[in-house]
């Protein structure tokens, strides 16, 4: 153990397991917090040490009654159980859903807690660290990977189905091809709402795109994710 042994069950052991948990929970917790997400805190720190919990109960289990110990059965109902929390935290909007991350983030700080819990203090510190990075660092490598990408997400409003055909015809004489084509209702009547992902076979800005589409004016709306 690069820390210690924190394996061993003994009152110094679990006060340290809870104090880290709780420091961890509450690191993810406070940064997802700063940036006004579904579940802050108190919520990601008291999932975290919910988790922890049940690990020192696993183990309590084992060493004072040994023929009941099953070190899974409650870390599982703990992986799976939280995951109904997360679903409380996705929205999912006109174009957009939103809470995936936060949704999977209180299920990793729970695993945080199981290995925090289970004496492996390590571990649920590597992976805080990580989850930390990542939330951080993936964003600015996604927003590159977006502006250099040929692929555009987007999504108009018609008022009526049949003009789609006219805005597939003046995205083809710019040079954008339609990779997949997604289609359902707005809130009018007789209207369609479309997303696409288009593909240009040249670099080209938003605008350009938006003023392709807007050509027709049977086009009521242009949407980009």
């Known amino acids: ?31 997802r917090g700063m940036k006004h997400r579904g579940a802050g805190t108190k919520t990601i720190t008291v999932v975290c040490l919910g988790a922890t919990l049940v690990m020192l109960t696993e183990q309590y289990i084992q060493i004072n009654f040994a023929g009941l110990a099953n070190m899974t059965r409650m870390a599982a109902q703990v992986i799976s159980g939280v995951g109904f929390i997360g679903v409380g935290t996705i929205i999912i909007s006109k174009h957009r859903v939103r809470g995936l991350t936060t949704a999977a983030t209180l299920w990793a700080s729970a695993c945080v807690g199981l290995a925090v819990g289970i004496g492996f203090i390590e571990g649920g ?61 707005p809130d009018y009547e007789e ?5 696409l992902v288009l593909y240009m076979k ?21 949407d980009f994710l």
């Open 1 to 31: 153990m690069i820390l210690g042994n924190f394996a061993a069950w003994n009152m110094q052991n679990i006060l340290i397991r809870v104090i880290v948990a709780t420091i961890l929970g509450g690191v993810i917790g406070l940064d």
């Open 125 to 185: 510190i590597l992976i805080t660290v990580m989850m930390l990075l990542s939330l951080h660092i993936l964003p600015y490598v996604e927003r590159f990977a977006t502006r250099h990408s040929r692929y555009c997400n987007v999504f108009i409003d018609l008022e009526k189905s049949r003009h789609l055909h006219t805005v597939i015809q003046d995205l083809k004489e710019a040079g954008i091809s339609i990779d997949s084509i997604d289609m359902g209702r």
């Open 202 to 222: 040249k670099a080209m800005e938003q605008t350009e795109i938006y003023d392709i589409l807007m050509k027709s004016d049977k086009v009521i709306s242009v």
């Open 191 to 195: 209207g369609i709402s479309v997303h």
